[in-house]
């Protein structure tokens, strides 16, 4: 488990703003506990610091995972976020988007959602942001990136993609062996 | 008589000066003849060793005791009389001392010995004298008599065809085996030098602009910009300007090498640091985006309209109105034809719409 660099910090928090705002403060600034991000095998856990301590009695060969995985650090020193993070950032997102339940098990096969299949969408979303994805049971099932804004997805023919498909909890059983 | 008694008396004086050969132990003593060992697990007498008086007398008789029944042990051994001195063979030691010196350590391995011990190739012995076709004779694998049989071998080397048919056969083998010598030699060295762990400079020719790969070219623009008074801190940046990064890389980046080893900080001062660069990462986006200004005038004209439309023509038109509408509150006034649309595609044109 090794500490973030400054660098990979700012790249980790600047995706997670994408995502949940200025609600990112919350991650950090918790109280029941201090957590804190750690890096492994270029995989970035979000971890207590109660935890790490015990995690950090095992022999870092054979320590494959403590915390939770938010994401990876790619080849190209981008961050990617995975559908382990979910947990976190959905119930902090200021950005929403529900599907109707004939468009859920399309979303969970990996595709973008349509504009048939939107079922609801936070007012005054931009193009561009990062949304986290609900069934029309307020259940959370990935995440992703607007295709268009909100006034946009008025005025969108059906066949539309509103949103880019990110990860989905789909991915659970689809890339079991990659996640973490 | 007198004599007779004088006698004994005497010998009875100086049997008393000796204190008596056997001596009676509780529990066996342990011996080792061998290094001359003896351990008394008896215990020891508590009051005598407690008292200041007695206590050396009892350490002493002890250690005589005990001195005694080694020495017994010794006299029981078959004694050989050399130069006019009793001598006895000890038998081997039984007890297992340990080392003075610390166990040497094992020799470090050489590159090849690792990586063929991590290939797990194993070395096969070779005959030292093999057979020679061509001289009809048994000619050693190296060492004496290999140099006269190879001298024998080749008392003519032809010229390949590729080659200048003037060039010297010999002469270019001369050189090919010294070749051989220094590359080994100098692979000795660097072995030497790896398990000591001492730095060595790198060898071969550095590279030339005009035949470097991007790497190698983005390395170099890495370590020219670090290459300042203040590490590169305070250079410019190109829009997606990438640091080099690879194998080595890092450690040829001036002022790279000593900030990978930051401790880590307390969990305090590491929330901080986190609070303070979200603090920066929020205040960098732009107090106004464009787009969702945009999108937000666009919606507000949008939403605009349509309550325009509704105060407008609040009881007109087929859709209900959203208001407090009821069945009473109608227009009373009759359709006028020649105003609306007509859709003639569709089944029922009914009547004409607005």
Redesign the interface.
């Known amino acids: 488990m090794k500490i973030l660099s400054e660098d990979r910090t700012r790249i980790l928090f600047e995706k997670l703003t994408k995502y949940i705002g200025v609600n990112v403060k919350l991650l950090i600034d918790r109280p029941d506990g201090t957590y804190c991000f750690r890096e492994k095998k270029d995989r970035v856990y979000y971890i207590s610091e109660r935890l790490l301590q015990l995690a950090q009695t095992v022999k870092p060969d054979h320590l494959v995972s403590a915390g939770t995985c938010f994401g990876k650090f790619t080849k190209t020193n981008k961050f990617r976020l995975h559908i382990t993070a979910l947990t976190y950032i959905a119930p902090y997102a200021p950005f929403k988007l529900w599907v109707k339940p004939s468009a859920e098990q399309q979303f969970l096969y990996g595709h973008h959602v349509i504009k048939s299949g939107l079922g609801r969408i936070t007012e005054n979303t931009p193009k561009n942001q990062g949304v986290v994805i609900f069934t029309m049971s307020d259940i959370p099932i990935g995440f992703g990136v607007t295709a268009r804004s909100t006034t946009d997805c008025r005025h969108a023919d059906p066949l539309a993609t509103i949103a880019f498909h990110q990860a989905d909890i789909g991915e659970y059983i689809r890339s079991e062996d990659t996640l973490v | 008589m007198d004599i007779v008694n004088d006698i004994l008396e005497r010998e009875q004086k100086k049997a008393e000066k000796y204190k008596p050969i056997v001596v009676e132990k509780h529990l066996e003593l342990e011996f080792d003849v061998g290094t001359l060992l003896t351990s008394d697990t008896n215990d020891l007498d508590s009051k005598l060793i407690k008292s200041d008086q007695e206590r050396d007398i009892y350490l002493q008789s002890l250690a005589r005791d005990n001195t005694q029944l080694l020495l017994n042990k010794i006299w029981e051994l078959p004694t050989e009389r050399i130069d006019e001195a009793i001598v006895v063979r000890l038998p081997q030691p039984t007890t297992v001392l340990p080392r003075a010196k610390p166990v040497p350590k094992p020799k470090p391995l050489t590159k090849w010995q690792e990586f063929a011990k991590a290939k797990g190739i194993t070395k096969t012995k070779k005959s030292k004298l093999e057979w020679d076709e061509q001289l009809q004779k048994w000619v050693p694998l190296y060492g004496f008599r290999k140099a006269a049989a190879e001298k024998e071998k080749n008392w003519l080397i032809p010229v390949p065809q590729n080659l200048d048919p003037m060039t010297d056969m010999y002469e270019k083998k001369a050189t090919e085996k010294s070749e051989k010598v220094a590359k080994n030699e100098l692979q000795r060295l660097k072995n030497i030098a790896r398990a000591r762990k001492v730095k060595i400079p790198r060898v071969g020719l550095p590279i030339t602009s005009d035949k470097a790969s991007s790497t190698q070219l983005a390395t170099a623009t890495s370590v020219a910009k670090a290459s300042t008074a203040s590490l590169g801190k305070f250079q410019d940046k190109l829009p997606k300007e ?1 640091e080099a ?1 690879g194998k080595g890389v890092h450690e040829l980046i001036p002022g790279k090498e000593r900030k990978r080893k ?1 401790p ?2 307390t ?2 001062a ?2 901080e ?3 303070s ?2 603090d920066r ?2 205040r960098k ?1 732009p107090k106004i ?1 464009m ?2 200004a945009v ?2 005038h ?2 507000e004209e ?1 939403l605009q309209r349509s309550e325009e439309k509704k105060s407008m023509k609040p009881m007109k038109g087929r859709g209900k109105p959203k208001g407090k509408g009821n069945a009473t509150n109608f227009s009373a006034k009759k359709p006028k034809g020649g105003k609306g649309q007509r859709n003639p595609s569709k089944k029922n044109p009914g009547r004409k719409r607005r």
Do not use: F, T
């Open positions: 990438k990064r930051l880590v900080p969990p305090a590491e929330k640091q986190n609070l660069m979200i990462i929020l986006r985006d787009e969702k999108s937000k666009i919606n949008q």
